[in-house]
């Protein structure tokens, strides 16, 4: 569908859940680490308005959409 690589994290689990970020600075470091792999296609993507289904699906692995989940329902509530 795409030209582009897919973006790969070290703190996707082996058995595809999503990793559980553990605090603060664990957040803002995987954040960085999205922002300039993300930047690296946005123009192409931007361009031929291709959806960043690849950058989701890494996003969601890492574990930063469920960092304002409380801790009382596993997550991390950074």
Do not use: C
Request: no cysteine.
């Amino acid at each position: 569908m795409t030209s582009y690589q897919s973006v790969q994290t070290k703190q996707t689990s082996a058995s595809g859940q999503a990793h559980i970020i553990q605090n603060d600075a664990e957040a803002l470091e995987v954040a960085k680490q999205f922002a300039e792999q993300f930047k690296k296609t946005a123009v192409e993507r931007d361009a031929k308005r291709i959806l960043p289904y690849t950058e989701i699906d890494a996003l969601s692995q890492s574990g930063l959409w469920a960092i304002t989940v409380p801790k009382q329902y596993g997550g991390a509530e950074v």
